[in-house]
């Protein structure tokens, strides 16, 4: 294509809009979000879902909003994401889970599997090191959050700020555990049980231990993983106020 793209709509779920943005990234075009899929958790953070309304043609105003792509890399490795990398309780239970087509199910049938692991836990055996500082605390799961939610539309890092520069490094001490599996029974209800902390690089040294990147599960990597966000920023249309 040789004329510059005025648009890019990323149509689907998390998966679809992650990949979306992963692959314009460079590109002069703002995205547009049409969510279609199961949690949505960037359409619901950013507001994008009322792009919809504007094409239905509802002549709403239309203002932009940042969207940073970050990036993991490893021994042999590298993936860029939009949402989180992490060890422990969600990549052990894989954060996809079975592909069901109703969003409500698939809500509950992931927020289930989430429990059930809760139930007989395993700590993070991976080392954490939040801007050359160690994470010495015992963990059920770390997660370095490019957003505020992950998985089944669970907002593990409150106050997103879609201008905020820097990743959350949100972890589930181990002492926090019946309070996790309280809260992910009704996680609209209150804040979860989680310590976070600012970072603009975050460390993972893995020795084996599952680690997903975004919908994608690894298992086998040994050595260091690097996380940190790529320069420049996307730009997200989305419709009146910012949210």
């Not at 989430?114 to 801007?131: E, K, Q």
């Amino acid at each position: 294509m040789g004329q510059p793209w005025p648009l890019v709509v990323a149509a689907g779920g998390d998966g679809t809009v992650e990949k979306v943005a992963c692959g314009i990234r460079g590109h002069e075009a703002p995205i547009a979000i049409l969510p279609t899929g199961g949690s949505n958790n960037l359409a619901r953070l950013f507001g994008a879902g009322l792009f919809e309304g504007m094409l239905n043609g509802s002549g709403a105003d239309v203002c932009e909003l940042p969207l940073h792509v970050a990036s993991a890399t490893w021994p042999g490795g590298a993936q860029d994401f939009i949402e989180s990398v992490g060890v422990g309780l969600v990549a052990d239970v894989g954060i996809d889970g079975r592909k069901l087509n109703d969003r409500d199910e698939k809500r509950e049938v992931g927020r289930r599997r989430l429990i059930d692991g809760l139930r007989d836990p395993r700590t993070v055996r991976a080392s954490v090191t939040i801007d050359g500082e160690p994470m010495t605390e015992p963990a059920l799961m770390v997660e370095v959050m490019n957003i505020g939610m992950v998985g089944p539309n669970l907002m593990l890092a409150p106050g997103f700020d879609p201008a905020e520069r820097r990743l959350s490094v949100v972890w589930v001490p181990l002492e926090a555990r019946e309070a996790m599996l309280d809260w992910l029974r009704d996680p609209d209800a209150s804040e979860a049980p989680v310590r976070q902390a600012k970072a603009d690089r975050v460390v993972l040294t893995l020795d084996g231990e599952a680690m997903h990147v975004g919908d994608d599960v690894y298992e086998g990597i040994e050595g260091d993983v690097r996380v940190a966000r790529k320069e420049g920023a996307l730009r997200v249309l989305v419709p009146g106020v910012e949210p």
